[in-house]
């Protein structure tokens, strides 16, 4: 995959430019004035969102898609670079500076997840493993540069209802007219 190193150089005024947007419970930050838009986020009700500057995109190293194991973006996680459709083989390996690193399998334990594409492409989230676009079901999805915390579970990972501890895999799109999460 090429990846582009112009975006870069857009961050500033895309901090700038960034607005909030807040609904009740789950918590999206996005620095892309293009992501920051108050879309309709009926799916998950009971979740905040939130725009703040890019570099607020927690933990996440440029150029990476990065998932947390609680709902906080210094928790544990695992910070993929690129496409990974089966998250059974994943583990949540990066302690972000405070010793959280755990041995968890990544797999319907994502809590939180951030995007950090340095080539503008969004991250979706699907409830099973290899997904097939167009015929798997979406947990959610991020716009670049945005990240989103307290994502609802129904307390049974895995089940296909909720959209924390559901994610079993993630394909990195272009950008789409999906409405995602930020
Ligand atoms: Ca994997
Ligand atoms: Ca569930």
Not at 18 to 47: E, Q
Request: net charge negative; charged share 15%.
């Amino acid at each position: 995959m090429t990846r582009s190193m112009g975006e870069t150089t857009t961050r500033w005024m895309a901090a700038v430019a960034a607005a909030i947007v807040l609904v009740t419970g789950l918590i999206v930050t996005a620095a892309s004035p293009a992501s920051a838009a108050g879309a309709d986020k009926a799916g998950f009700a009971g979740v905040s969102t939130t725009a703040v500057t890019a570099a607020a995109v927690g933990n996440c190293p440029r150029g990476y898609h990065c998932v947390y194991i609680l709902d906080s973006f210094s928790s544990a996680s695992h910070n993929y670079f690129n496409t990974d459709r089966d998250f059974s083989d994943d583990y949540f390996d990066r302690d972000n500076g405070n010793g959280a690193e755990s041995d968890s399998v990544v797999d319907n334990n994502v809590r939180s997840a951030a995007n950090s594409s340095s080539g503008g492409y969004e991250s979706h989230f699907f409830y099973g493993s290899n997904p097939v676009v167009g015929v798997s079901t979406l947990v959610f999805c991020l716009n670049p540069n945005t990240q989103a915390r307290g994502l609802w579970t129904d307390g049974t990972p895995g089940n296909g209802t909720g959209h924390g501890d559901e994610a079993s895999s993630l394909l990195l799109r272009g950008r789409t007219s999906i409405d995602c999460l930020g």
